[in-house]
């Protein structure tokens, strides 16, 4: 196969010592392990993927990485993770739907399923939000079930 991760992880590892300055292929050889200088052709494909991937800017037969590239070598996922983070809101009444179609489908007897919708219905905000917060503990304390809705989902 023409595409390898530890060349891949070089030339971007190369690339961070110039950044932010561009360099040529001659540049980015002399800064790689002696194992890569003679895979020229391995080198192009490689260099090629990052590109692909927006890890590295070609110009005029010079190369530099991008600040993703950049983030990428970043254990922490550098700005990118950052500035990347989604907030999930979920409306309160949708919560409620999704836990009394949960408490229907329950094997409880019909006046508790009654009982617990009511209260359901009749939980204010803050006490409905330390319901969820306790409910996403209890299933986070259940890996395979975790495991179970993210393979069904994926």
Known sequence: MKLDRELQREILNALARAYPEDVDQYWIFNNLNAEWHDKVELFESNIQYLIEHALVEPKNHRYKATAKGMDFLQQDGGLSAILGTVTVKLHA??????????????????PEKKRFVDQLKELPGEALKTLTNKLIEKACDNPEAVVSVFNSIF
Request: charged share 35%; no cysteine; proline share 6%.
């Open 93 to 110: 009444d949708t919560i409620r739907d999704l836990l009394e179609i949960r408490i229907m489908e329950s094997q409880l007897p019909a």
